[in-house]
């Protein structure tokens, strides 16, 4: 028994420059671009790494440090966040019994 090959999904250039600008410029992530135009992560990370390749290298080193720092600081919110919820969700208790000299 064979298998069909997998048939090659075309995309218009003018699609995978708006996803990667997506991604570069307006701060979505990578798996956020690929669920909303509905096609691969890896495919926009091609596109995305293609069109850095055209780039001067020292835009492209910018452009490298800018992510890694987005990175973290969604990370960095993320954890804020969560312990923002701990706090009202447990903490809220405690400051309102501090607050009556309990």
């Known amino acids: ?11 218009p250039t003018e699609f995978r420059e708006k996803a990667v600008k997506l991604v ?3 701060g ?4 956020q671009v690929a669920e909303k135009l509905n096609c691969s992560k890896e495919s926009i990370r091609r596109w995305k790494e293609a069109g850095q ?20 600081l969604r990370k960095e919110n993320a954890r804020l ?16 019994n ?3 000299g309990k």
């Open 1 to 11: 028994m064979s298998q069909k090959s997998k048939s090659r999904r075309g995309y």
């Open 53 to 72: 390749k055209k780039l001067d290298p020292v835009t492209a080193a910018r452009m490298e440090l800018e992510e890694k720092e987005v990175k973290r």
């Open 81 to 96: 966040q969560m312990e923002n919820d701990i706090l009202k969700n447990c903490g809220g208790a405690y400051f309102s």
């Open 28 to 31: 979505y992530t990578v798996e």
């Open 24 to 26: 570069a410029e307006c």
């Open 98 to 100: 501090t607050a009556r």
